[in-house]
Protein backbone atom coordinates (compact mmCIF):
# COMPACT_ATOMS: atom_id res chain seq x y z
CA UNK A 1 0.00 0.00 0.00
CA UNK A 2 1.79 3.01 -1.22
CA UNK A 3 1.93 6.87 0.39
CA UNK A 4 -1.11 7.89 -1.58
CA UNK A 5 -3.48 5.24 -0.51
CA UNK A 6 -1.86 5.45 3.27
CA UNK A 7 -3.07 8.91 3.39
CA UNK A 8 -6.37 8.25 2.08
CA UNK A 9 -6.63 5.54 5.01
CA UNK A 10 -5.35 8.30 7.69
CA UNK A 11 -8.10 10.84 6.26
CA UNK A 12 -10.86 8.17 6.15
CA UNK A 13 -9.72 7.36 10.05
CA UNK A 14 -9.78 11.05 11.22
CA UNK A 15 -12.85 11.16 9.92
CA UNK A 16 -14.05 8.14 12.07
CA UNK A 17 -12.81 9.89 15.20
CA UNK A 18 -14.35 12.87 14.55
CA UNK A 19 -17.76 11.47 13.85
CA UNK A 20 -16.99 9.04 17.37
CA UNK A 21 -16.18 12.08 19.51
CA UNK A 22 -19.07 14.56 17.92
CA UNK A 23 -21.70 11.59 18.85
CA UNK A 24 -20.62 12.06 22.43
CA UNK A 25 -22.44 15.38 23.18
CA UNK A 26 -25.72 13.81 21.71
CA UNK A 27 -26.95 12.42 25.36
CA UNK A 28 -26.84 15.84 27.22
CA UNK A 29 -29.74 17.04 27.06
CA UNK A 30 -31.01 20.68 27.00
CA UNK A 31 -33.61 20.21 30.01
CA UNK A 32 -36.64 21.67 29.39
CA UNK A 33 -38.14 24.54 30.84
CA UNK A 34 -41.65 22.89 31.37
CA UNK A 35 -40.19 20.09 33.57
CA UNK A 36 -38.65 22.59 35.65
CA UNK A 37 -40.97 22.15 39.28
CA UNK A 38 -41.79 24.53 41.47
CA UNK A 39 -38.98 25.59 43.64
CA UNK A 40 -36.21 23.83 41.05
CA UNK A 41 -33.68 25.77 39.78
CA UNK A 42 -31.94 25.23 36.29
CA UNK A 43 -28.95 24.96 38.06
CA UNK A 44 -29.89 21.71 40.02
CA UNK A 45 -31.38 19.74 36.79
CA UNK A 46 -27.96 20.63 35.20
CA UNK A 47 -26.22 19.29 38.39
CA UNK A 48 -28.51 16.63 38.02
CA UNK A 49 -26.53 15.52 35.12
CA UNK A 50 -23.63 15.12 36.44
CA UNK A 51 -23.25 11.56 35.59
CA UNK A 52 -23.72 13.09 31.62
CA UNK A 53 -20.97 15.27 31.73
CA UNK A 54 -18.73 12.99 33.16
CA UNK A 55 -18.77 9.91 30.91
CA UNK A 56 -18.61 13.06 28.13
CA UNK A 57 -15.43 14.25 29.24
CA UNK A 58 -14.33 10.51 29.89
CA UNK A 59 -14.84 9.44 26.68
CA UNK A 60 -14.03 12.76 24.38
CA UNK A 61 -10.21 12.83 26.17
CA UNK A 62 -10.14 8.89 25.46
CA UNK A 63 -10.86 9.30 21.96
CA UNK A 64 -8.71 11.90 21.71
CA UNK A 65 -5.89 10.20 23.16
CA UNK A 66 -6.35 7.54 21.15
CA UNK A 67 -6.82 9.53 18.06
CA UNK A 68 -3.23 10.99 18.87
CA UNK A 69 -1.50 8.08 19.13
CA UNK A 70 -3.39 6.89 16.12
CA UNK A 71 -1.84 9.85 14.11
CA UNK A 72 1.89 9.05 15.85
CA UNK A 73 1.87 5.66 14.60
CA UNK A 74 0.47 6.89 10.66
CA UNK A 75 3.32 9.41 11.05
CA UNK A 76 5.95 6.39 11.16
CA UNK A 77 4.61 4.38 8.15
CA UNK A 78 5.53 4.61 4.44
CA UNK A 79 3.08 2.13 3.69
CA UNK A 80 0.74 -0.52 5.10
CA UNK A 81 -0.76 -3.58 4.36
CA UNK A 82 -3.82 -5.80 4.15
CA UNK A 83 -3.66 -6.97 7.93
CA UNK A 84 -2.62 -3.57 8.98
CA UNK A 85 -5.97 -2.06 7.05
CA UNK A 86 -8.07 -4.75 8.67
CA UNK A 87 -6.86 -3.57 12.24
CA UNK A 88 -7.29 -0.26 11.85
CA UNK A 89 -10.76 -1.17 11.07
CA UNK A 90 -11.44 -3.06 13.89
CA UNK A 91 -10.20 -0.26 15.93
CA UNK A 92 -12.74 2.19 14.25
CA UNK A 93 -15.58 -0.21 14.71
CA UNK A 94 -14.74 -0.18 18.60
CA UNK A 95 -14.10 3.43 18.32
CA UNK A 96 -17.46 4.06 16.70
CA UNK A 97 -19.47 1.87 19.31
CA UNK A 98 -17.97 4.11 22.08
CA UNK A 99 -21.11 6.46 22.38
CA UNK A 100 -23.50 3.71 22.96
CA UNK A 101 -21.79 2.58 26.24
CA UNK A 102 -20.91 6.24 27.31
CA UNK A 103 -24.74 7.07 27.07
CA UNK A 104 -25.39 3.77 29.36
CA UNK A 105 -22.84 5.34 31.69
CA UNK A 106 -24.58 8.93 32.31
CA UNK A 107 -27.86 6.83 32.23
CA UNK A 108 -26.89 4.45 35.20
CA UNK A 109 -24.47 5.90 36.90
CA UNK A 110 -25.76 6.45 40.38
CA UNK A 111 -28.55 3.96 39.78
CA UNK A 112 -29.56 0.27 39.85
CA UNK A 113 -27.79 -1.36 36.33
CA UNK A 114 -24.66 0.95 36.68
CA UNK A 115 -22.67 -1.96 37.51
CA UNK A 116 -23.61 -3.42 34.11
CA UNK A 117 -23.04 -0.23 32.15
CA UNK A 118 -19.84 0.50 33.76
CA UNK A 119 -18.73 -3.33 33.03
CA UNK A 120 -19.69 -2.69 29.36
CA UNK A 121 -17.82 0.67 28.90
CA UNK A 122 -14.65 -0.38 30.55
CA UNK A 123 -14.37 -3.31 28.37
CA UNK A 124 -14.76 -1.23 25.33
CA UNK A 125 -11.83 0.17 26.18
CA UNK A 126 -9.94 -2.97 27.09
CA UNK A 127 -11.01 -4.20 23.77
CA UNK A 128 -9.70 -0.69 21.65
CA UNK A 129 -6.66 -0.57 23.62
CA UNK A 130 -5.61 -4.45 22.74
CA UNK A 131 -6.89 -3.86 19.38
CA UNK A 132 -4.39 -0.25 19.62
CA UNK A 133 -1.64 -2.67 20.83
CA UNK A 134 -2.16 -5.13 17.81
CA UNK A 135 -2.14 -2.43 15.65
CA UNK A 136 1.40 -0.89 16.72
CA UNK A 137 2.85 -4.49 17.00
CA UNK A 138 1.77 -5.06 13.40
CA UNK A 139 3.65 -2.06 11.84
CA UNK A 140 6.58 -1.96 14.48
CA UNK A 141 7.42 -5.59 13.51
CA UNK A 142 7.31 -5.01 9.71
CA UNK A 143 10.52 -2.73 9.09
CA UNK A 144 8.84 -2.25 5.37
CA UNK A 145 6.37 -0.82 6.61
CA UNK A 146 8.17 2.45 7.92
CA UNK A 147 9.40 5.47 6.54
CA UNK A 148 13.21 5.58 7.64
CA UNK A 149 14.79 3.03 9.59
CA UNK A 150 14.23 3.27 13.06
CA UNK A 151 16.15 2.53 16.21
CA UNK A 152 15.34 -0.77 17.60
CA UNK A 153 15.40 -0.61 20.79
CA UNK A 154 12.64 2.38 20.48
CA UNK A 155 10.19 0.34 18.86
CA UNK A 156 10.67 -2.32 22.01
CA UNK A 157 10.27 0.63 24.54
CA UNK A 158 7.41 2.28 22.44
CA UNK A 159 5.77 -1.37 22.30
CA UNK A 160 6.28 -2.06 25.82
CA UNK A 161 4.40 0.96 26.86
CA UNK A 162 1.44 0.27 24.74
CA UNK A 163 1.13 -2.83 26.24
CA UNK A 164 0.36 -1.59 29.26
CA UNK A 165 -2.58 -0.35 27.95
CA UNK A 166 -4.44 -3.05 27.87
CA UNK A 167 -3.46 -4.36 31.33
CA UNK A 168 -4.17 -0.61 33.15
CA UNK A 169 -7.40 -0.77 31.18
CA UNK A 170 -8.54 -4.64 32.41
CA UNK A 171 -7.83 -3.68 36.40
CA UNK A 172 -10.06 -1.02 35.63
CA UNK A 173 -12.34 -3.12 34.23
CA UNK A 174 -12.64 -5.29 37.34
CA UNK A 175 -12.72 -2.32 39.36
CA UNK A 176 -16.17 -1.68 37.94
CA UNK A 177 -17.28 -5.00 39.98
CA UNK A 178 -16.83 -2.99 43.36
CA UNK A 179 -16.86 0.41 42.76
CA UNK A 180 -18.40 1.34 39.43
CA UNK A 181 -17.97 5.21 39.58
CA UNK A 182 -14.04 4.65 40.32
CA UNK A 183 -13.75 2.61 37.60
CA UNK A 184 -14.67 5.33 35.19
CA UNK A 185 -12.57 7.84 37.09
CA UNK A 186 -9.87 5.17 36.66
CA UNK A 187 -10.31 5.35 32.50
CA UNK A 188 -9.75 9.53 32.78
CA UNK A 189 -6.67 9.20 34.99
CA UNK A 190 -5.38 6.69 32.59
CA UNK A 191 -5.65 8.91 29.86
CA UNK A 192 -4.59 12.34 31.48
CA UNK A 193 -1.78 11.01 33.56
CA UNK A 194 0.31 9.80 30.67
CA UNK A 195 0.36 12.80 29.24
CA UNK A 196 1.71 15.16 32.00
CA UNK A 197 5.33 14.41 31.15
CA UNK A 198 4.95 15.44 27.69
CA UNK A 199 2.73 18.71 28.57
CA UNK A 200 5.77 19.41 31.10
CA UNK A 201 8.48 18.54 28.35
CA UNK A 202 7.06 20.21 25.39
CA UNK A 203 6.83 23.35 27.99
Not at 121 to 131: D, R
Not at 168 to 181: E, M, S
Amino acid sequence: MASQQMNRLELFSDAVFAIAITLLILDIKVPKHEALRPGQTLLRMLLYQWPSFFAFATSFVSILMIWVNHHAIFKLLGRGSHRFVLINGLLLFLVTFVPFPTALVAEYLGHPGEKTAVLLYTGTFVAISSTFYLLWSHASRNPRLLKHPTDHSALSSTQGSYLWGPILYFATFLAGFWQPWLSVALCLGLVLIPQLPQLKKND
